[in-house]
């Protein structure tokens, strides 16, 4: 139940009107990795991206967007072990900056917009800062709201029938 929740609010949030760069799915991410089992924890918020991207198009660093994705997982999957408030804030900060150098590096690399030389990619990176502001707003929000809303919710129904949901 709570990988398709997840789902769901992933793609509503990159199909319905947002400020640019301003969706919890780098936060879906980290806290699929951090809740979700198995190999779903991965695959989730990649399969979210590639059906998002199918409606919102595709681009020439798909494969590194998604690839950033299965990381941000993978480092929740690592949070998992000592999982905290801190220690998923931390992540969310984590998560933000491995999201922009990745999918950085991939307009630097494949877009053909810039010179493929460090003046290149300083450029790159610089004209990408007023967006990485949103990114890191919107994935701190939304990892604390997950995380707060996900902590709460698994100590009150902790011992109900409802406890399977979650």
Same mark, same amino acid.
């Given at each position: 139940?709570?990988?398709?929740?997840?789902?769901? =609010?992933? /793609?509503?949030?990159?199909?319905? &009107?947002? @400020?640019?760069?301003?969706?919890? $799915? *780098?936060?879906?991410? !980290? +806290?699929?990795?951090?809740y979700?089992?198995?190999?779903?924890?991965?695959?989730?918020?990649?399969?979210?991206?590639?059906?998002?991207?199918?409606?919102?198009?595709?681009?020439?660093?798909?494969?590194?967007?998604?690839?950033?994705?299965?990381?941000?997982?993978?480092?929740? =999957?690592? /949070?998992?072990?000592?999982?905290? &408030?801190? @220690?998923?804030?931390?992540?969310? $900060? *984590?998560?933000?900056? !491995? +999201?922009?150098?990745?999918?950085?590096?991939?307009?630097?690399l494949?877009?053909?917009?810039?010179?493929?030389d460090?003046?290149?990619?300083?450029?790159?990176?610089?004209l990408?800062?007023?967006?990485?502001?949103?990114?890191l707003?919107?994935t701190?929000?939304?990892?604390?709201?997950?995380?707060?809303?996900?902590?709460?919710?698994?100590?009150?129904?902790?011992?109900?029938?409802?406890?399977?949901? !979650?």
């Amino acid at each position: 139940m709570l990988p398709l929740l997840l789902v769901f =609010l992933g /793609i509503a949030s990159r199909l319905v &009107f947002h @400020t640019p760069n301003f969706t919890p $799915v *780098i936060a879906i991410a !980290l +806290f699929s990795g951090i809740y979700v089992r198995g190999r779903y924890a991965v695959l989730l918020p990649v399969v979210l991206l590639i059906i998002t991207d199918l409606f919102v198009g595709m681009h020439s660093v798909v494969s590194f967007t998604w690839g950033s994705m299965a990381l941000i997982a993978l480092l929740g =999957l690592k /949070i998992k072990e000592k999982k905290s &408030f801190g @220690t998923v804030f931390a992540g969310g $900060v *984590i998560s933000a900056v !491995l +999201f922009f150098v990745v999918t950085n590096l991939g307009v630097w690399l494949l877009s053909g917009m810039y010179t493929l030389d460090l003046n290149g990619l300083s450029q790159c990176f610089t004209l990408a800062v007023p967006f990485f502001r949103s990114t890191l707003a919107s994935t701190l929000l939304y990892t604390v709201v997950l995380y707060g809303v996900y902590e709460f919710a698994a100590k009150r129904l902790k011992d109900t029938s409802l406890a399977s949901v !979650l």
